[in-house]
């Protein structure tokens, strides 16, 4: 939770310049002196973002709650009810769990959406809202609480909150089909941590791969402190530690498409029967997916969010400076660089490198920081 945290204020810049090759340059000038770095630009793919007008966050000083963005709106409290957003209904509409009993179809009230930053995402899964229920016995809802956490992703140029108010963020890569990217697992943890959540890494599918070769993967989790768990939706290995792990926590799960996101879900709890990208028996044709954010609360306490799959993550307003802060083994290190500002890139007497070369800081994970930062200069990497 993050009663107090530092103030974030975007603002915009427009860009114009070539930054694919700059960011490429970048990412290899850093490298070059560090050992058994695998050729870059196959391990993953790299795609520009064109010349857009981007934004960056500045962090302003000043305590201030998560979400500056939903101003305080007096409701009249006392015929009105109190829920939480379970999945949203195109623009203006959503489902909400009360906090009493019962699921109720609301809209979401004018001013309430105009008052949004982003009126389009008014109300997100995971919003806690203070509602009014009208004569029809749909919702209205009034007031949109501020959210504590926010997961979020870029959409074109904008801002878009996949889930709020939870706190763990359930990272769920596969062994294999979908093939496991390491660069992948990092930058869900830079969002998860950028967010506020707590990122958990669960590797899915391990039916289909010999887990002792996963073992170099987990490791460098495991030192990291971040709970790792071995997965697989279909022999229920790593169900049960999941299960504690999600008990009577708020959690979302987050990862590419095709994972196994829902899947596990549906083998933690049966007899939700969520949709997955099974080819639909019947009729033989029809990729049934996960297509909205929901929030599922779960039969030992606490919920999950299933989210849909993100076929390319961006990353919403890093400003280089910042990465590192996400990189948590990088702390020990970044204060004893000879510049304040060392972005440990190809700076002279940095320790982060030093670290890297001494083998206390992994490579692949150096390797992530480093395209993390050549992304803010420009491009955009899967
Ligand atoms: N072999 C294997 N396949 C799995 C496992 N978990 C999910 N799948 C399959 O992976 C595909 C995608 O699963 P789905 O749950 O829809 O992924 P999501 O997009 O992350 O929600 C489906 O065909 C699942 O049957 C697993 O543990 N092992
Ligand atoms: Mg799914
Ligand atoms: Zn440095």
Known sequence: MSGKRKRKVRVAF?????????????TRRALRDIESVEDLTTEERVSGKGDLTRRRTVIASGDSTADTDQPVIDVDETECRRGRVLYVIGANRCRVRMDETGEIDCTVRRRVRTMARDARNAVVAGDRV?????????GVIERVE?????LSRVSGRREHVIAANVDLAVIVVSAADPP?????????IVSAEQGD???VVCINKVDLDDPVRLQPIVGTYARLGYHVVLASAA????LSRLKQILCGRQAVLTGQSGVGKTSLLNALQPEL???TREVSA???????????????????????????????LELWDVEAGEVEAYFREFRPFVARCRYPSCLHLHETECAVRDAVRDGSISVSRYTSYVRIIGDEDGATGE
Not at 130 to 138: E, K, P
Not at 146 to 150: F, G, I, Q, V
Not at 235 to 238: I, L, S, V, Y
Not at 282 to 297: F, L, N, Q, Y
């Open 235 to 238: 022999t229920r290995r790593g």
């Open 14 to 26: 427009s860009k114009n310049r070539t930054k694919r090759t700059r960011s490429q340059d970048l």
């Open 180 to 188: 496991l990217k390491p660069g992948l697992i990092d930058r869900f």
């Open 146 to 150: 501020s959210r504590t956490t926010a």
């Open 130 to 138: 203070t509602l009014r229920i009208v004569d029809d016995g749909s």
């Open 273 to 275: 029967r969520r949709r």
């Open 282 to 312: 019947d009729s033989g044709k029809g990729r049934h997916t996960t297509r909205v954010a929901e929030m599922i609360p779960l039969a030992t306490g606490g919920a999950v969010v299933d989210t849909p799959g993100i076929r390319q």
């Open 197 to 199: 959540l707590k990122p």
